[in-house]
C-alpha cells in the first residue's frame, strides 16, 4: 500500500505561481507512473482531468491546456507539480495518483487533494 498526501493548494490571484507537493510513503519501491488530475467546480470524480504524468524514468506528459505553464517533477518520494501563469480556469482540486506495480500486480491510489483557486 501507499499513502499519498498532497500540499500547496491556496488562492491565488491570476498570473500567479503555486507549487505542489504529494509525499509518498508505505511500498514507495513500487511505484511506477505518477500523476497530477484536477476536478473543477461542479464535476463528479469521473470528470476528474489529468493534468499531467511522469513515469519512474522521468518521461513527463501534459495536458495542452496547462503545456509550457505547468511542469511536473519527482524527486525521491515526492511528486511536484509547479503551476505558473494561473488562470481562473485553472481553478480545481488537484489529486495526486500513483501506479504501483508489485509482484506484477496493478494497483492505483490517490491522495486526498488540495484547493487551488484563482481569482480574476
Known amino acids: 500500500q501507499v499513502q499519498l498526501v498532497e500540499s500547496g493548494g491556496a488562492l491565488v490571484q491570476a498570473g500567479g505561481s503555486l507549487r505542489l507537493s504529494c509525499a509518498a510513503s508505505g511500498d514507495t519501491i513500487c511505484i511506477s507512473t505518477m500523476e497530477w488530475h484536477r476536478q473543477a467546480p461542479g464535476k463528479e470524480p469521473a470528470e476528474r482531468e489529468l493534468v499531467a504524468a511522469i513515469t519512474s524514468g522521468g518521461s513527463t506528459n501534459y495536458a495542452d491546456s496547462v503545456k509550457g505553464r505547468f511542469t511536473i517533477s519527482r524527486a525521491k518520494n515526492t511528486l511536484y507539480l509547479q503551476m505558473n501563469g494561473l488562470k481562473p480556469e485553472d481553478t480545481a482540486v488537484y489529486y495526486c495518483?500513483?501506479?504501483?506495480?508489485?509482484?506484477?500486480?496493478?494497483?492505483?491510489?490517490w491522495g486526498q487533494g488540495t484547493q487551488v483557486t484563482v481569482s480574476s
Open positions: 495518483h500513483a501506479d504501483l506495480i508489485c509482484s506484477s500486480d496493478l494497483y492505483a491510489y
